[in-house]
């Protein structure tokens, strides 16, 4: 059973929003940074914003910074990741992971420091 499930995706026309949402099943939640990614055909997939256990530190994406706002809720196992002003440049394959280490003081944004991936939800955003 795969721990995470992506929701929220869809088709939106440039300047608009959608609020993804990550659903945690795992045995622990709490203690790990929790981050998106996405993945457009042809491309590889990349970071787009990352949360600390605690929900005190994020981290973005230069490409989405004053766009996106991740943000989390411990006790529903739930990260959310609201978008506005979609560009056509969104359009992905959007991913959740859960980081490989607990506790930490740094927030990873490499695909290898992450585990635990969903399916992905598609976000496809048009001009």
């Known amino acids: 059973q795969v721990p995470v499930v992506e929701s929220g995706g869809g088709l939106v026309q440039a300047g608009g929003s959608l609020r993804l949402s990550c659903a945690y099943s795992?045995?622990?939640?709490?203690?790990?940074?929790m981050g998106w990614f996405r993945q457009a055909p042809g491309k590889e997939r990349e970071f787009v914003a990352a949360i600390s256990w605690t929900a005190g530190r994020t981290d973005y994406a230069d490409s989405v910074k004053g766009r996106f706002t991740i943000s989390r809720d411990n006790v529903k196992k739930t990260v959310y990741l609201q978008m506005n002003s979609l560009k056509p440049e969104d359009t992905a394959v959007y991913y959740c992971?859960?980081?490989?280490?607990?506790?930490?003081?740094?927030?990873?944004?490499?695909?290898?420091?992450?585990?635990?991936w969903g399916q992905g939800t598609q976000v496809t955003v048009s001009s």
């Open positions: 992971a859960s980081s490989r280490s607990s506790f930490s003081s740094i927030i990873a944004t490499t695909t290898r420091d992450y585990e635990n």
């Open positions: 795992g045995r622990s939640f709490f203690g790990y940074t």
